[in-house]
């Protein structure tokens, strides 16, 4: 008998893909549920045939529930890391902040800053940060909201690698969210854009965060280390002596399932080898999760472009995403944590299909991952008393929370232009060329012979300002677009520091606690001290992001400044050069 289905969410159906529109509300039927991918074979009350998305659906029929299965084993030591006991922390755990505290600052990723005046060192982040709209044309790029990334795919452990599909599911394997819906797509069109970090990567514990790593009995051996040293602004990364770079390129589309599904496919050539490799979007999107799972709790990594469900094959989208990818892995680059990583370097350089495939194993088994990647870690320099620690911390929440203003200031502004260059300003600039046009016909109706001059020239600029009006509707791809993505880029890094800082403001909670843990013999006094110096290590590797931060930051709003003033200069000059001509045409009386 076949089974029967409750649509969850509308679903329209992409031409020529096979796939079927479905509405919410409306009963299918299922015809083929391994299909693959993430997608069911179904129809609908008017006999249709054709691929829905499975998260879109809900079978009509009941799981009985096991209260058993929710039972979380400890997980066993691993080959680098002792996992302590951190059920000491219990007694001194601060209450759980109420969830309506949330509510009213759903939107705003730094709404736990504003609200609590401990900075946020709970760690209760809204679990619907910064949304967006899918399906935007690309005419209105930047809303009132961000580009997010729904973290949605069913994981790249997947039975037979197959994570092919090209639409937003709901699903993420990584667990970095303990509300369990974090960063997931909401139906109604939000996705969140903030970074998610995993503070529960081990359920079985009776708590979890950065004291997994304060307490940690075993760090990893000396190949792993990623050395910290003291410069000039202060504590820096090693850099490496030449920068890494890749180019997104030559999207074309593909199929599978018999051309069944359609997706794009890119080109990424590293500098490092001039060699090309090819990589569809849910590559991108395996790529972010491992290294999101690996380095989140260190340093921010920020979501990729949204994906949408509809229109994933039009140029203009495609375009668009293209860039954002290029942007989104050129970043990375520049990153010499991120960039050297062996994750990040099997995605740039991968030789066959067999290679491929024993790196991703090989990244996905990776047991230095979440607050663990402190272990590997070596500042260069004596550690840092914990009254120092604390100041640095809430210097940089202070900072990136008001750029993270200023920057949506700017982008809200630019997004008011933008409307006003295509729209209202360009129709006035047509309505005074159109009205001197016209003032010209009159003139040449009155029959007076001396008059051809004057009535060529009001033509003529009439002409030119049509012209302007052109101009004054392109110019904002021109430059305003650019000034927009950075800032836009930018917004979306921003949003994941109030979780990369808020593990450090937890590690200095729970450093705080340990008199009273000595004191009520739950730790030693050596336990106590190696939170100290963990505690430092974690300052020196926020100092450091910071000003990898800074100076990405003043390299990048140089170099959009300059490009943009340059395109606004050639803009102005263009237009005063066509006055310059109208003028010319009227004679000096």
Known sequence: MASKAQVLYDFTAEPGNNELTVKEGETITIIN??????????????????????????????????PGAVTTAP????????????????AFAPAATPAQNQASNGNDPWSTWNADPSGGSNSNWPSNPEGTQTGKGAADPWGPVSQGHPQAYQGPGAEFDEWDDEWDETKSTSG????????????????ASAMKISLNKFPGFSKSGPELYLLCKQIAKGKDKLPIYVGEVGPVWSYPETQIDCIVADPKKGSKMYGLKSYIEYQITPTTTNRPVNHRYKHFDWLYERLLDKFGSAIPIPSLPDKQVTG???????????????????????????????????????????????????????????????????PEAADLDPVEVEQKCEQFSKFTKAMDDSVKEILTVGHEHWKRCTGPLPKEYQRIGKALQNLSTVFTSSGYQGEATLTNALTAAGQTYEEIAQLVAEQPKKDLHFLMETNNEYKGLLGCFPDTIGVHKAAIDKVKEGDKLVAANKITTQDKVTMAKRLSTMSY?????????????????????????????????????????????????
């Open 312 to 378: 994933r094959f039009e140029e203009e989208f495609i375009k668009m995403r293209m860039e954002r990818l290029q942007g989104w892995m050129s970043r990375m680059c520049r990153h010499p944590v991120i960039s050297g990583s062996d994750v990040f370097q099997l995605f740039l350089t991968y030789k066959d299909e067999k290679d491929w495939k024993t790196g991703k194993r090989k990244a996905e088994k990776d047991e230095t991952v979440g607050v663990m990647i402190f272990t590997t870690i070596e």
């Open 33 to 66: 549920q391994n299909i693959g991918g993430g997608w069911i074979e179904a129809q609908n009350s008017r006999g249709e045939v054709g691929l829905v998305p499975e998260d879109y659906i809900e079978l009509n029929k009941e799981f009985p529930a096991f």
């Open 176 to 191: 970095y969210s303990e509300s369990g819906d974090a960063g997931g797509l909401q139906r109604g069109g939000t996705q």
């Open 75 to 90: 997980p066993s030591n691993t080959a680098n890391f002792t996992y302590p006991d951190l059920s000491v922390f219990d």
């Open 541 to 589: 590797t926020l100092q450091a992001e910071m000003n990898h931060f800074h100076n990405n930051r003043i390299y990048d709003y140089n170099r959009v400044m300059q490009q943009y003033l340059e395109e606004q200069v050639k803009f102005y000059e263009t237009i005063a050069a066509k006055l310059r001509q109208a003028h010319g045409q009227f004679t000096t009386m």
